[in-house]
T-cell receptor, first 113, second 115 residues
Framework: NAGVTQTPKFRVLKTGQSMTLLCAQD?????MYWYRQDPGMGLRLIHY???????AKGEVPDGYNVSRLKKQNFLLGLESAAPSQTSVYFC????????????FGDGTRLSIL | AQSVTQLDSHVSVSEGTPVLLRCNYS??????LFWYVQHPNKGLQLLLK??????LVKGINGFEAEFKKSETSFHLTKPSAHMSDAAEYFC?????????????FGAGTRLAVHP
């Protein structure tokens, strides 16, 4: 079972460059999420989607955009990378909302120089 | 406002001894609570969840947690630590009973297990 797959696993960018992180899930989940993890701060929600074609802002959306063109994929874009966006990014998915647990990918470690 | 406080940033135990990771929560609603574990360079894995059924919740790998409403606590325990338990543990509260469930994460507790 692949579950939630994130690509790439590592990336180094220069300030001002753009890139897209890809998340794919094979569990037919409706809900998908992008988080960032920084030391001592747990995970913070960037954007989320409650179904194909929908997206919404989370806790820390500035500097990021997302798209959910297909149910199984959720893309996170950085249009102009900044050093403050150096972080580990996690994608997650869940069958529904409410108290449904979220299933996480292994993360993308992103460094902005 | 909803929040989660993990009372210890680091816990160190010897193999074979009990584990206690402490978590207090604040929620205006009847909360759903989770414990996740994160091994190095891995994503978060669900250990257990509380959703207003039994107050003592059993999870994977011998872990369990007890929901105590009067103390607003949801501490994670294991009777006997194993070396493979060394990881970071996150207490999480889910707010919202319909639609999108917002997860609020604690800052994490790093568990070290010594031989």
């Amino acid at each position: 079972n692949a579950g939630v797959t994130q690509t790439p696993k590592f990336r180094v960018l220069k300030t001002g460059q753009s890139m897209t992180l890809l998340c794919a899930q094979d569990m037919n989940h409706e809900y998908m999420y992008w988080y960032r993890q920084d030391p001592g701060m747990g995970l913070r929600l960037i954007h989320y989607s409650v179904g194909e074609g929908t997206t919404a802002k989370g806790e820390v959306p500035d500097g990021y955009n997302v798209s959910r063109l297909k149910k199984q994929n959720f893309l996170l874009g950085l249009e102009s990378a900044a050093p403050s966006q150096t972080s580990v990014y996690f994608c997650a998915s869940s069958y529904g909302g409410g108290n449904q647990p979220q299933h996480f990918g292994d993360g993308t470690r992103l460094s902005i120089l | 406002a909803q929040s989660v406080t993990q009372l210890d940033s680091h816990v160190s135990v010897s193999e074979g001894t009990p584990v206690l990771l402490r978590c207090n929560y604040s929620s205006s609603y009847s909360p759903s609570l989770f414990w996740y574990v994160q091994h190095p360079n891995k994503g978060l894995q669900l250990l257990l969840k509380y959703t207003s059924a039994a107050t003592l919740v059993k999870g994977i790998n011998g872990f369990e947690a007890e929901f105590k409403k009067s103390e607003t606590s949801f501490h994670l325990t294991k009777p006997s630590a194993h070396m493979s338990d060394a990881a970071e543990y996150f207490c999480v509260v889910s707010v919202g009973n319909s639609g999108y469930n917002k997860l609020i994460f604690g800052a994490g507790t790093r568990l070290a297990v010594h031989p």
